[in-house]
Nanobody, 125 residues
């Protein structure tokens, strides 16, 4: 599976960005997709995930109410709409393919078998 993420950039606090991630290859081996982020000097953390079937979504507490994950099954593409951005949202954002059927809400990196290259989001104060 190959993942191509895009949409990162520089935005002022309170602004919005929309990230996209297109999956290609053996996507039939996946159950959904997710977004993670990693800020400088910090560990990678879960942001959101969505199931291909049914579209149920899962969010980290830090982004609930501000970020929305969605998917286009026909295009094997997942989106992350980020509103009301804060400086602490600054990070490299990675999309990933979920290859296990469990732990949807826990957002464990080990449950995601394929990763994109990351796109940088910078939120200025």
């Amino acid at each position: 599976v190959q993942l191509q993420a895009s949409g990162g950039g520089l935005v002022q606090a309170g602004g919005s960005l929309r990230l996209s991630c297109a999956a290609s290859g053996r996507t039939f081996s996946s159950y959904g997709m997710g977004w993670f982020r990693q800020a400088p000097g910090k560990e990678r953390e879960f942001v959101a995930a969505i199931r291909w079937s049914g579209g149920r979504t899962y969010y980290a507490d830090s982004v609930k109410g501000r970020f929305t994950i969605s998917r286009d099954n026909a295009k094997n593409t997942v989106y992350l709409q980020m509103n009301s951005l804060k400086p602490e949202d600054t990070a490299v954002y990675y999309c990933a393919v979920k290859t296990t059927t469990t732990n949807w809400g826990r957002g464990r990196p080990a449950d995601f078998g394929f990763w994109g290259q990351g796109t940088l989001v910078t939120v200025s104060s």
